[in-house]
Nanobody, 116 residues
């Protein structure tokens, strides 16, 4: 069965760092994309980063470029999001999302709070 489990969130001061993890299981070789998406209070869902398994490209939304780094460990079947220089505007629930043909799978999310 498909399963996505996120971890690594928490409370951090502005300028601090966190690393989020997402453990994947139950997927076939048909994975097309790997994403991080966040639910920002009062703003709704916002795309953060994406890896295309077709092109091997990693892309980021403008607001996190230069601060966040997305990566994948195939042996451990995990996704990571390294977040540096965090800002209060980064506060939200972060989800890993795996895209397969004609569908997306979501994890349960992990809370990130950036506050002094």
């Amino acid at each position: 069965q498909v399963q996505l489990v996120e971890s690594g969130g928490g409370l951090v001061q502005p300028g601090g760092s966190l690393r989020l993890s997402c453990t994947m299981s139950g997927f076939s070789s048909s994975i097309l994309s790997l994403r991080w998406v966040r639910q920002v209070p009062g703003k709704g869902l916002e795309w953060v980063s994406r890896i295309s398994t077709t092109t091997r490209e990693t892309t980021y939304t403008d607001s996190v470029k230069g601060r966040f780094t997305m990566s994948r460990d195939n042996a451990k079947k995990k996704l990571y999001l390294q977040m540096d220089s965090l800002k209060p505007e980064d506060t939200g629930v972060y989800y890993c999302v795996v895209g397969v043909p004609d569908d997306d799978y979501w994890g349960q999310g992990t809370q990130v709070t950036v506050s002094s």
